[in-house]
């Protein structure tokens, strides 16, 4: 072990904590997170700092800008307070934070049964809501739920119906939904009603504060664009899909 002795100065410096060097990657990182706070509803930087423990208001401007690398901890405080995954603005740190909750866990052989709800969502023109007892449930790996950001009390299982979504999620695919990430990412698949429907589609945030509903499938005369807006009285945002699963 180096012992330093007197006051030499470049000896002193060298032995001070260095602030991480920012790279292209950390600049990234911000700029995702700082598009995803700029269209989310939030407190100031200040009480946001404070209630997800990040730290004081120049804290979060320093991540947000990216003035500071993003730490694992400053990470988790932004996600659970913007309704996102980690993996949405830091796919670094969502890698790290699913190596530690497996070390964590111990066990990768561990299975999570997520729920099955009797309800079916539309996956082309719009299926009205109705209700049926729980499922069977589906069993996942406990790290691969890890990987995704999905926390098993926001799992949850639903079948869609039709192929205005195709090829991206066929007819009569099993969905996996996330409740727990509600903040819109632009071209993510989303879950959510509206107008008594329960609908599957990509949802893109416009300008004007409205939202568009696009399918995948280009046959608009069968899969029109749909446009919610803040007059829309009956919407409810349930969750983003995470994962699909359904016959060859």
Not at 18 to 26: G, L, P, Q, S, V
Not at 116 to 136: D, I, Q, Y
Not at 191 to 202: N, Y
Not at 205 to 212: A, L, N, R, V, W
Request: proline fraction near 5%.
């Amino acid at each position: 072990m180096e012992i330093i002795t007197g006051h030499d100065p470049a000896a002193m410096n060298s032995a001070a904590p260095r602030k991480a060097t920012i790279t292209d990657e950390h600049r990234s990182e911000a700029k995702r997170l700082k598009a995803i706070w700029d269209r989310t509803q939030h407190p100031s930087q200040a009480a946001f700092g404070e209630k997800y423990e990040i730290g004081s208001q120049s804290a979060v401007g320093n991540f947000l800008n990216g003035l500071s690398a993003l730490s694992l901890k400053a990470a988790t405080g932004f996600a659970k307070g913007l309704g996102c995954d980690i993996a949405d603005f830091s796919p670094r740190l969502a890698k790290v934070a699913a190596e530690i909750s497996a070390m964590v866990q111990g066990d990768e052989d561990d299975f999570v049964h997520v729920s099955r709800v009797g309800v079916t969502f539309s996956n082309g023109r719009g299926k009205l809501v109705f209700t049926e007892p729980h499922k069977a449930r589906l069993a996942f790996r406990a790290d691969y739920l890890r990987k995704l950001g999905v926390s098993p009390s926001n799992a949850v299982i639903v079948d869609s119906d039709g192929e205005s979504n195709f090829p991206d999620i066929k007819d009569g695919a099993v969905l996996l939904v996330n409740r727990g990430a509600t903040q819109i990412l632009p071209g993510k698949f989303y879950a959510f009603r509206v107008d008594g429907e329960l609908i599957i589609k990509p949802l893109f945030p416009q300008k004007d504060g409205t939202i568009k509903a696009i399918p995948v499938n280009q046959d608009r005369e069968l899969y029109p664009e749909l446009t919610i807006g803040p007059d829309t009285e009956d919407f409810e945002m349930i969750g983003r899909v995470m994962w699909a699963a359904g016959a060859l």
